[in-house]
């Protein structure tokens, strides 16, 4: 029988894109800077700014390359992802880069080729936003593809985080709910469209994330538990669709930017929120995670000049300082434990640093780039030490 999956082409697309880096790099560039622009803002299609047409056409541009449908909607789920992606890295040099643009911006401007999709953009938004007027939610064409992209956010996104490789049936049907909702849109125009209207919400819920899970799951829940089965075939793909989106997650926290040289001090804020939040996912795991970290931070800090390294430890020194209490108890007390494990020379070590860290820290820092400079051979191994003491001292991990 000929295998008419919906999922499979898509699986295969999404396949394509984590073999072909550079290029979905060059992609999430543009996703990027919408997301620098559009958080925190209210965003309507009615409202849009120079800039804001200026990256449609751009967004425009990098979408028409694909020419294969299928991997049109791999680019979209690739794009609400890197949304949500985004909202725990810092933006800040996009944003700098971005009023430079933005200054530069004439009334020249020819939008006429990403006009049928303003046009497109202005009738959903409209329809949308007097849907609960004279109860005409029936015209609205955007409204539940919207509300699947906040599921997305609020409760798809967060599972991807999660250690195995096992989906809830409630996940893997809002999956594939949202994908039907996409595809059904035939023209390219709309499903362009559809993509701007999918970041635009995501971006919406960049403010809103703290009280947003239990609306979305509460108006949905509904549609979820309504009886209906997907095909045993269709849910093992969007499972393994999952996956490969959980294998891109992690992907996006390895690689580096392209466009743009990670700053020393960026790199610490950019990546140690996300360790407190490995720390506390898993108690059992907490001494593997912070192992992995010292690793990470150091094998960063010996790629950087002298000037750099001075700033990415008075960063690391300085950066959420009292994290203490950021650490669920259980954690904690793992993490000194595995400390008191050390062998007596290396606690002796440690607390005679310690002690000079916490009289001059600044000056502590430059006698441990002297030291460094010094090194001919352990260079990376003595940075090491010196990761692993900067973190014991902001979690208070040594007696």
């Known amino acids: 029988m000929e295998d008419r999956s919906m999922i499979k082409p898509i699986l295969e697309a999404l396949e394509y894109f984590s ?7 060059f992609y999430y560039k543009v996703i990027d800077k919408f997301c620098a622009t559009w958080f925190g803002r209210k965003i309507l299609a009615s409202k849009f700014t120079k800039l804001d047409y200026l990256l449609i056409h751009d967004l425009l541009g990098e979408y028409i390359r694909f020419e294969s449908n299928n991997k049109r909607v791999a680019l979209w789920i690739l794009s609400i992802n890197r949304v949500c992606y985004n909202y725990s890295v810092n933006l800040s040099f996009i944003k700098k880069d971005l009023r430079e643009i933005a200054e530069g911006i004439d009334d020249t401007l020819d939008t006429s080729l990403i006009e049928p999709i303003i046009n497109n953009l202005k009738e959903f938004e409209k329809l949308h936003l007097e849907a609960g007027v004279d ?33 809830d049936k409630n996940i893997i049907k809002a999956m594939n709910f949202l994908l039907v909702e996409f595809i059904k849109q035939k023209s390219n125009d709309k499903r362009l469209a559809f993509l701007i209207m999918a970041i635009m919400e995501a971006c919406s819920q960049y403010s809103l994330r703290g ?154 820092i430059d006698f441990v780039i002297q030291k460094l400079k010094s090194e001919k051979v352990s260079k990376t191994n003595t940075s090491k030490l010196f ?9 208070e991990l040594m007696e």
């Open 135 to 167: 109860n005409r939610g029936e015209a609205d064409i955007i409204g539940n593809f919207l509300q699947w992209v906040g599921l997305y956010t609020s409760f798809i996104y967060p599972s991807l985080e999660n250690k195995e490789n096992f989906y």
């Open 387 to 395: 990761v692993m003491l900067y973190l014991i001292y902001k979690f």
């Open 19 to 25: 073999t072909s880096d550079e290029e979905l790099q």
């Open 211 to 364: 009280d947003i899970n239990s609306v979305i799951i509460d108006d949905m829940s509904s549609e979820l538990s309504d009886g209906s089965v997907i095909p045993g075939t269709e849910e093992n793909m969007v499972s393994e669709l999952l996956n490969k989106l959980k294998e891109e997650n992690d992907k996006q926290r390895q690689r580096p930017i392209l466009s743009k040289e990670i700053l020393a001090d960026q790199y610490i804020k950019d990546s140690f929120d996300q360790f407190i939040e490995d720390l506390n996912y898993d108690i059992n795991e907490s001494v593997s995670v912070f192992n992995n970290y010292v690793n990470t931070l150091t094998n960063k800090f010996v790629t950087f000049d002298q000037g750099k390294q001075f700033l990415f430890m008075q960063t690391l020194n300085r950066y959420r300082r009292n994290c203490k209490s950021s650490l669920k108890d259980g954690v904690y007390k793992t993490l000194k434990k595995s400390v008191r494990l050390l062998s007596e020379q290396s606690k002796k070590w440690f607390v005679d640093e310690l002690k000079k860290l916490e009289n001059e820290s600044d000056v502590y």
